[in-house]
């Protein structure tokens, strides 16, 4: 035991107290502060420094006269005052999760009147995450599945989406849709969903009727032989509204909603023909997921991982995106042509080429 932490203060362990200048810390960044000021005075220079860019980080430097390079790890999420950014030094090194968050960090740099020193930072674009060799099982599959991720999107602007999308599954009965979200979005899509089902055919999901009907079409569509299949047929095909019943079923039963846990994640994607993120920001490790099983990606934010209509489509309207997933699933040569890219893509973001970038980085950092 070395320190025990608790909501007020830091303990240092008496057996460790010869390698702290006191006894307690009101914060892990004073301790930080500290072991940083020693390596420094030490090596008389920075030692490497490896951080995310925020103010804390930042203030770790004041004070201390030979910590004048520092590794930031940076994205767009970040927020940062004029006064933060007067802090970065000319030698530090930005390293970017992608294209987009250096762009939008540099655009951010000159609102703040500091384009100069943004620009003079060395920069380097490296995924947090790599790519591995996992092409997906969609080609295996009966359906063509549109894996679609929520993320922030507006849940207004995602009940359109989804008429939208049902509309397109109603004309295609070779396509499905997975909708992926938090619980709570989950539930929300599930509402939509009953709504439009019950305003377009006067049929409710959760009623006895209707889940007979789709107990029966899940059976029948098993092809395994089932005792009494024919007479239960035989019986709902004489509903008044069994073709209301059955259009539903066509149509619902095609809608897959998830809500998000990695492990399922990685098994949908595999399945998965196209990839659509309609987050502002889309999700880089959902994004690296994509490409290593060779699937064509939606999304609203250009980045280095999406080449324009080749292993991907950046939308600027959500309206857009049924067309945007039609480009890949209704042309097979589209589709090739992603797996083609994404591929090469593979290879790009691989974890001995991430490596090679990072030794690069270090390598600067030391210079």
Not at 228 to 237: P, V, Y
Not at 268 to 291: F, G, K, N, S
């Amino acid at each position: 035991m070395v320190l025990t932490q608790t909501s007020q203060k830091i303990t240092v362990a008496d057996s460790q107290k010869g390698r702290f200048a006191a006894a307690s810390y009101q914060s892990m960044q004073e301790i930080v502060y500290e072991f940083l000021m020693k390596q420094s005075m030490q090596l008389q220079q920075s030692p490497p420094i490896v951080t995310d860019l925020e103010t804390d980080t930042l203030e770790l430097r004041s004070g201390q006269p030979f910590l004048k390079q520092m590794i930031f790890l940076v994205n767009q999420k970040h927020e940062l005052t004029a006064k933060d950014l007067i802090q970065i030094n000319d030698e530090d090194v930005f390293v970017f999760p992608t294209s987009a968050d250096e762009q939008l960090f540099v655009r951010q740099a000159e609102a703040k009147g500091n384009k100069a020193k943004a620009d003079q930072v060395a920069k380097y674009v490296i995924p947090q995450y790599a790519t591995t060799l996992n092409l997906g099982l969609s080609n295996e599959t009966a359906l063509d599945s549109i894996y679609w991720r929520l993320g922030n999107i507006q849940d207004d602007e995602a009940r359109r989406l989804l008429i939208q999308l049902i509309k397109v599954l109603q004309h295609e009965d070779d396509q499905a849709l997975i909708v992926e979200g938090s619980e709570g979005q989950v539930k929300t899509m599930s509402d939509h969903l009953q709504a439009f089902i019950k305003s377009t055919f006067d049929v409710d999901l959760t009623g006895e009727q209707y889940q007979e009907v789709a107990q029966f079409v899940a059976d029948q569509r098993s092809g395994k032989p089932i005792a009494g299949l024919d007479k239960r047929g035989k019986k709902l095909r004489e509903l008044p509204n069994w073709q209301a019943l059955s259009a539903a079923e066509f149509v619902a039963s095609r809608i897959h909603l998830q809500v998000a846990k990695r492990d399922v994640q990685e098994a949908l994607m595999h399945q998965a023909r196209v990839y659509v993120d309609t987050a502002t920001i889309p999700d880089l490790r959902m994004m690296i997921e994509a490409i290593s099983n060779g699937v064509p990606l939606v999304v609203r934010q250009s980045s280095t991982l999406i080449r324009e209509h080749q292993n991907g489509i950046v939308v600027s309207d959500l309206t857009a995106i049924p067309e945007a997933c039609r480009f890949f699933l209704k042309t097979l040569s589209n589709w090739n042509q992603s797996l083609v890219v994404n591929a090469e893509l593979i290879e790009k973001f691989s974890a001995d080429h991430l490596i090679k970038k990072w030794q690069e980085v270090i390598t600067f950092g030391e210079s």
